[in-house]
């Protein structure tokens, strides 16, 4: 049976930067086939060209043996090709329904409302998914969203589905459940390149496997021929693995109470109830609990970016409580937000002007009332050394660069000023290993410097490895406190469930 789609020889360059340099690979149909790689390597740049995004400079590309070449878009659509990007395409304040319809052609300016609902809800229905088509995409969990784009493409009849890093905003459970759907598409015929740093789902989805390192195809591998080991080493190459060594420099000395607090949604619902915390100096925290309960509430009321109902928020015996963002930056509260694009960084601006975004005000960048572009510059470049930062040319906008590396320039900011308490949100989710070694690292080294973190991460092995404590969250409360060096994952699988230690259920 011939390829559905060969790429070959892809070459693609930005200023100062080649991206793609003779990239090949094929997908053949009714297969997964797992794109992996580091941050950087050029994976979202390929799909971006295969997509139509981009133009290649060089290769070709080809559908069931015809080359073809796209303008835009909306051309590779028309061959059949689909793509649910790692940040939706949808609008918020509509319908389910209506974000829906406006992904599909040639829908009349007088159409049967009924009659197109019926045909997405048998699709919905088909593969036993949970959407109500009438609900607002704002008020739906961002697993739900993700299910609305794959609707999106199944409705326009795709047979090459791309998926990029999907279960990066997926519960363990909702993971599962995307796996079951993607072998059932793979039954009807239809093919999927899937793009993954996670192991344990390369292994357990991939049907072949291609490494792509620095813009390159390394290897395409068939299932049987790799395990784990190989696919990290072919992976990482020569590169080195950031080294750190946890330490126990927790004290006795509270840096960090919260007491009581209870926050409300926009739709009025309970984030967090009477919820308490202490936070110890030199302590990483891990928290532990499915996504959904009660996490991002916790990081944003920390942070200043939500108001709490009632409790109270204390640094070093100081009331924060309902403090905006810039008194909780003064407080000594850093915070790696959640998404890196939308929240992290200006993504238009560079990565001078970004590093300086929490203290351009500062007399040591400004001389007057006009920015010093000298001392801005010799600042972006004391980070990017620091925390190896791969910027590419000067003035570059940051949302060029790869995720692990806009990571790291949201950290070199929010380091700078020597926080007391950093407050992490899944802040390796998307990283490729090295680039999740070094955030593992620098929370490592800030805790031997004295300072604490709260580290909120859905991947169990992350937080055994790095917390001194592990608090476990279930709808919204405080469930109890675990010693990482003396549980067991299926202890604290339980108390994600809302079973307290001693058996007793958290209601």
């Known amino acids: 049976m011939p390829d559905l789609l060969q790429i ?160 990066a905003v997926l519960t363990p459970q909702e993971a599962d459940r995307l796996f079951t759907v993607l072998e059932r598409l793979k039954k009807q015929g239809k093919s999927i390149i899937f793009i993954s740093h996670k192991m344990r789902e390369v292994m357990k989805i991939s049907d072949r496997v291609t490494i792509l390192k620095k813009g390159h195809s390394i ?61 110890k100096k030199g302590e990483i925290l891990g928290i532990a609990g499915v996504a959904g309960n009660g996490q991002k509430a916790l990081a944003e009321v920390l942070t200043g970016l939500k108001n709490a109902n009632s409790g109270k928020i204390l640094a070093k015996g100081e009331d924060i409580t309902n403090s905006d963002a810039k008194k909780s930056y003064i407080a000594g509260i850093a915070h790696i937000p959640e998404d890196r694009k939308s929240i992290g960084i200006a993504p238009d601006m560079s990565v001078d002007e970004n590093l300086i975004m929490k203290s351009f005000k500062s007399g040591a960048f400004s001389r007057w009332i006009f920015q010093d572009k000298g001392a801005i510059r010799r600042n972006a470049s004391e980070k990017i050394e620091q925390f190896a930062i791969k910027s590419g040319p000067d003035g570059t906008p940051v949302r060029y660069l790869s995720g692990g590396n806009i990571q790291k320039v949201i950290i070199a900011r929010e380091l700078s000023e020597a926080p007391a308490v950093l407050v992490a949100l899944y802040p390796t989710r998307g990283l490729d290993i090295g680039s999740a070694e070094y955030v593992h690292k620098v929370i490592a080294d800030g805790a031997d410097e004295g300072m604490s973190t709260i580290l909120i991460a859905e991947d169990l092995d992350e937080l055994l490895k790095l917390s001194d404590r592990i608090a476990v969250m279930f709808r919204g409360q405080l469930v109890g406190y675990v010693d990482p060096r003396n549980t067991t994952r299926e202890e604290i699988g339980l108390m994600m469930s809302g079973e307290k230690q001693g058996g007793a259920a958290c209601n």
């Open 219 to 279: 290897t395409t591998l068939q299932r049987g021929d790799y395990d784990e080991n190989r696919l990290a080493s072919l992976m990482i190459g020569n590169d080195k693995i950031p080294q750190w060594q946890k330490n126990l420099q927790m004290s006795d000395e509270i840096v960090l109470e919260i007491e009581k607090l209870s926050v409300r949604n926009d739709r009025g619902l309970s984030d967090l109830e009477s919820f308490d915390l202490q936070l």
């Open 8 to 167: 070959e020889n892809i070459r693609k360059t930005f200023p100062g930067v080649v991206a793609l340099d003779d990239v090949s690979f094929s997908v053949s149909p009714g297969e997964i086939h797992t794109l992996l790689g580091e941050n950087g390597a050029g994976k979202s740049t390929l799909m971006n060209v295969l997509t139509g995004l981009y133009h290649p400079d060089r290769g070709s590309i080809s559908i069931d043996g015809e080359e073809v070449h796209f303008a835009s878009p909306r051309d590779s659509l028309a061959r059949g090709i689909g793509m649910v990007h790692q940040h939706f395409m949808l609008v918020p304040a509509h319908s389910v329904f209506e974000n829906i319809l406006l992904a599909l052609d040639n829908v009349p300016n007088f159409f049967n409302r009924k009659e197109y609902k019926q045909k997405i809800a048998a699709l919905i229905d088909e593969f036993g998914l949970d959407l109500d088509l009438d609900s607002p995409v704002w008020k739906l969990s961002i697993g739900a969203q993700q299910w609305i784009e794959l609707i999106k493409l199944l409705m326009r009849d795709c047979r090459l589905l791309i998926l990029d890093e999907p279960t």
